[in-house]
């Protein structure tokens, strides 16, 4: 079994998340297959999204994405679990898969041990998502990230302020207001879209470390009208060259990168020597070493 501590893997590596797992051909996202995918390509954790039947039953899908996903104009909010598991994934050429929608526990404890998970959409159901987690002793192998809203502290605070909490900030006050709650408050995903931002640099990062948080930033194109990180992104690293994607990340010493490009963005990064980090830890200082 993995020992999950996020600061300490963050110590000594660049974390990669594989956004929405790793999919193609007629792996659709969003499934087991494609999360299974992401660990054979090295990534260090998998973000799932998690919805909610008529009849109370937790899936883990992404809401709203039906037309995508399932090629069918329906919500599994407005089904019952019986109907959910009926129901296939397309591939990308919207023909049906094998590979259906599968329940929270289903999924939780087929990688229990064996990565860090991000829950998304956590506090739709957090009541319901907290005692799965628990059920399984999987706390510390979890990772909630919201937008620092106040009603989603409150509900964090409520139901699992011993699991590992990052906020979704798109300023430097937000941090100050979520450093004063009663969590388990390991850092933040930055939202920034130029380079002058105060995310954007190196002193904000080392900052951050010198406070014991740790910092997420995105290669992934969700939708290339939203920019996210000043352009360095997954589009650009394969486009342009890596150096501009990824390694403009790497460089700047942020702890996490979410890809949709695991396998040749941990490639690259081994063979550049930018995956491996050198930090010591003490009394909340996340200097670099010598």
Request: net charge negative; charged share 30%.
């Given at each position: 079994?993995?020992?999950?501590?996020?600061?300490?893997?963050?110590?000594?590596?660049?974390?990669?998340?594989?956004?929405?797992?790793?999919?193609?051909?007629?792996?659709?996202?969003?499934?087991?297959?494609?999360?299974?995918?992401?660990?054979?390509?090295?990534?260090?954790?998998?973000?799932?999204?998690?919805?909610?039947?008529?009849?109370?039953?937790?899936?883990?899908?992404?809401?709203?994405?039906?037309?995508?996903?399932?090629?069918?104009?329906?919500?599994?909010?407005?089904?019952?679990?019986?109907?959910?598991?009926?129901?296939?994934?397309?591939?990308?050429?919207?023909?049906?898969?094998?590979?259906?929608?599968?329940?929270?526990?289903?999924?939780?404890?087929?990688?229990?041990?064996?990565?860090?998970?991000?829950?998304?959409?956590?506090?739709?159901?957090?009541?319901?998502?907290?005692?799965?987690?628990?059920?399984?002793?999987?706390?510390?192998?979890?990772?909630?990230?919201?937008?620092?809203?106040?009603?989603?502290?409150e509900l964090i605070e409520r139901y699992c302020p011993d699991i590992p909490y990052m906020a979704m900030v798109k300023t430097p006050e937000e941090i100050e207001r979520v450093a004063e709650r009663r969590?388990?408050?390991?850092?933040?995903?930055?939202?920034?879209?130029?380079?002058?931002?105060?995310?954007?640099?190196?002193?904000?990062?080392?900052?951050?470390?010198?406070?014991?948080?740790?910092?997420?930033?995105?290669?992934?194109?969700?939708?290339?009208?939203?920019?996210?990180?000043?352009?360095?992104?997954?589009?650009?690293?394969?486009?342009?060259?890596?150096?501009?994607?990824?390694?403009?990340?790497?460089?700047?010493?942020?702890?996490?990168?979410?890809?949709?490009?695991?396998?040749?963005?941990?490639?690259?990064?081994?063979?550049?020597?930018?995956?491996?980090?050198?930090?010591?830890?003490?009394?909340?200082?996340?200097?670099?070493?010598?």
């Amino acid at each position: 079994m993995m020992e999950f501590d996020l600061k300490q893997l963050a110590a000594r590596k660049l974390i990669l998340v594989a956004h929405r797992g790793v999919w193609g051909g007629n792996i659709p996202c969003n499934t087991s297959a494609a999360y299974e995918t992401a660990l054979r390509q090295g990534a260090d954790m998998i973000e799932i999204d998690v919805d909610k039947s008529l009849d109370g039953r937790l899936f883990v899908f992404h809401p709203g994405m039906e037309p995508a996903h399932l090629n069918r104009r329906i919500s599994v909010r407005e089904m019952t679990g019986a109907q959910i598991k009926e129901l296939r994934y397309v591939n990308i050429d919207n023909v049906e898969t094998q590979f259906g929608i599968e329940e929270l526990s289903e999924v939780l404890d087929r990688f229990r041990g064996r990565c860090f998970i991000n829950i998304d959409k956590f506090c739709d159901n957090p009541e319901e998502i907290a005692a799965a987690v628990r059920e399984r002793g999987m706390a510390g192998q979890i990772l909630v990230k919201t937008a620092p809203e106040e009603m989603n502290l409150e509900l964090i605070e409520r139901y699992c302020p011993d699991i590992p909490y990052m906020a979704m900030v798109k300023t430097p006050e937000e941090i100050e207001r979520v450093a004063e709650r009663r969590l388990n408050y390991i850092g933040n995903e930055v939202l920034f879209r130029t380079e002058d931002h105060p995310f954007a640099s190196r002193e904000f990062i080392e900052r951050e470390h010198r406070c014991g948080r740790l910092v997420w930033c995105n290669a992934i194109v969700y939708n290339y009208l939203t920019v996210l990180s000043a352009g360095h992104n997954d589009d650009r690293a394969l486009l342009e060259g890596p150096e501009e994607g990824w390694g403009w990340i790497a460089d700047r010493g942020y702890d996490f990168m979410q890809t949709d490009w695991v396998a040749m963005a941990r490639q690259w990064l081994e063979e550049t020597g930018r995956l491996s980090r050198a930090r010591t830890r003490g009394d909340g200082d996340w200097g670099q070493s010598v």
